[in-house]
């Protein structure tokens, strides 16, 4: 890890709600999903075929590889391309670099801006795989897909943030290039574990399943939903003892990596892929529910934010609402008061350059990532009983009065 000590508030996690009026990840495991999951893990040589039709349909790709994780399917994809060097953003997980690595490639990192996003042709392309990722939730295949085939580059598309559903995959139904998909339990389809590869190139074929695997994610998955749904003195106990377990920290700094993470390039399991198949049929409905939800809450709160202000980000390809805060020092007081209001935050990435394993790989400084990571929050827009369009925006708005306030005390 390469840390300033000047920043170390920075590196403060969100503060959970006492009393959680919404979740990051929130469960999709309704009744009706949790019956289709078991019927379909019943099946599994069928939920196999029966998967990677539907991800081959919906996406316009020949072949599905199913792997056990979202980064094992990124190694895949690199491996297929033959590319020894993969230029990707280091406003990223350290997932993405893993599974490069994982490959036998070499990351090369770039630097990346809000609004146009990483930096991809301030490197030498001709020959090298490029990661799309859609970082803060831009639209990277439209903004930089076509600039990077012309000078030589292949263009690897990673959707693990996305709103997977179907809808989604058919907006790149005209593309050719690989497309990697995860399943895993804090991505937006709300799956298992497990993840995909999509393309047309010879060589990639249907694989097996493992048979063991899963069945704790999905107590873990009903066990939410039941819990999301549950009255608040319920919600609070859970939330309290959650906060008191082995490994939970306040701060970001005890868990940068300090070496690259491995990757089991093994098969997925049978309860990860029945999961998957039975969320996907009702994923359409999701992303509908949680773009609306995103638009509205932009659309009330960007003219009157002075804090900070929405990126302009898809609402079918991010996790959540971003929001970027004018200076540095104000994201986790905003982050505070929405708790408080029981709105849960995050802030999701360091930059690649500044962790031990990765630093190795940029040319030089990235002045615009490193001015960019402590000013970024994202608040979770995904559909769920309470977070509903108003109480979004009562919190944010009261946040932004919150640090005013505390500005205006200190000055």
């Not at 709105?343 to 190795?360: C, D, E, I, M």
């Not at 919150?402 to 005390?409: K, L, N, P, S, Y």
Request: glycine fraction near 10%; aromatic fraction near 4%; charged fraction near 20%.
């Amino acid at each position: 890890m390469i840390l300033d000590q000047s920043e170390t508030s920075d590196l403060w996690y969100a503060p959970v709600p006492h009393r959680p009026a919404g979740y990051l990840h929130p469960s999709r495991m309704t009744a009706g999903r949790l019956a289709a999951t078991l019927r379909a893990a019943a099946r599994p040589r069928h939920t196999l075929t029966g998967l990677a039709g539907l991800l081959r349909e919906h996406a316009g790709r020949d072949r599905c590889l199913l792997a056990a994780t979202g980064r094992a399917a990124l190694a895949h994809a690199v491996q297929h391309t033959g590319a020894r060097e993969v230029v990707l953003s280091t406003f990223n997980c350290p997932a993405v670099a893993d599974a490069v690595l994982a490959a036998g490639a070499r990351p090369v990192l770039v630097d990346t801006d809000p609004v146009t996003g990483p930096a991809y042709t301030s490197a030498d392309l001709d020959g090298r795989a490029v990661i799309l990722t859609n970082g803060l939730g831009l639209d990277e295949w439209r903004a930089h897909a076509a600039r990077i085939t012309e000078r030589g580059g292949v263009v690897l598309l990673d959707l693990a943030q996305a709103g997977l559903s179907p809808r989604v995959l058919r907006r790149f139904r005209g593309t050719s290039c690989p497309v990697v998909l995860s399943f895993g339990e804090g991505k937006q389809l709300g799956g298992l574990g497990g993840g995909a590869l999509l393309t047309s190139a010879p060589g990639t074929g249907e694989n097996g399943l493992r048979s063991g695997g899963g069945l704790a994610a999905l107590r873990r998955a009903v066990t939410a939903r039941l819990v999301s749904h549950a009255p608040g003195a319920v919600r609070t106990a859970v939330a309290r003892a959650q906060s008191r377990t082995p490994g939970w920290s306040h701060t970001k700094a005890d868990h940068l990596p300090a070496e690259a993470g491995p990757v089991d390039f093994g098969a997925p399991s049978r309860w990860e892929a029945a999961a998957a198949a039975a969320l996907l049929r009702t994923a359409d409905r999701v992303a509908d529910r949680a773009a609306s939800l995103h638009q509205r809450v932009r659309a009330a709160v960007t003219a009157e934010l002075t804090t900070c202000r929405p990126l302009d980000s898809d609402p079918d390809l991010g996790p959540g609402i971003e929001l970027l805060f004018h200076r540095p020092g104000r994201r986790f007081l905003f982050a505070r008061a929405l708790a408080e209001h029981g709105v849960p935050s995050t802030w999701n990435y360091y930059p690649l350059h500044r962790l031990k394993p990765y630093a190795p790989y940029a040319a030089g400084p990235l002045a615009g990532a490193d001015s960019l990571w402590p000013r970024v929050l994202t608040v979770p827009k995904q559909p769920q009983p309470r977070l509903t369009a108003p109480l979004l925006v009562a919190a944010l708005l009261a946040a932004d009065r919150a640090v005013r306030r505390q500005e205006a005390g200190h000055d």
